[in-house]
């Protein structure tokens, strides 16, 4: 059974950065793809990053050069660092355990409970 657990979520200025950690369970980080999804209210949950198994990264042009996804494979933990974080970024962020076929997310295997990130003056 896998579980994932998000932390780090909370308020920050415009301009500022968060670290978001997802401890995770029952899973091996390092022979896993893992990536991190976000929901703002009355929107679809968006894919924002995703770590492959021999650490290669992607991300949409919404957040690229200013997210940046790693994993600690002795703690099996996943991170996701967020800079000049803006107001759009608001949103649970969450973190999940990925199937991928051609490239693309084909299922979503495991998902953490979220944590709340607001970006607000």
């Known amino acids: 059974q896998v579980q994932l657990v998000e932390s780090g979520g909370g308020l920050v200025q415009p301009g500022g950065s968060l670290r978001l950690s997802c401890a995770a369970s029952g899973v091996i980080l390092s022979i896993e793809t893992m990536g991190w999804y976000r929901q703002a209210p009355g929107k679809q949950r968006e894919l924002v990053a995703i770590i492959r198994t021999g650490g290669s990264t992607n991300y949409p042009d919404s957040v690229k050069g200013r997210f940046t996804i790693s994993r600690d494979n002795a703690k099996n933990t996943v991170y996701l660092q967020m800079n000049s974080l803006k107001p759009e970024d608001t949103a649970v962020y969450y973190c999940?355990?990925?199937?991928?076929?051609?490239?693309?997310?084909?299922?979503?295997?495991?998902w953490g409970q979220g944590t709340q990130v607001t970006v607000s003056s």
């Open positions: 999940a355990k990925v199937a991928m076929t051609a490239g693309r997310v084909r299922n979503v295997e495991a």
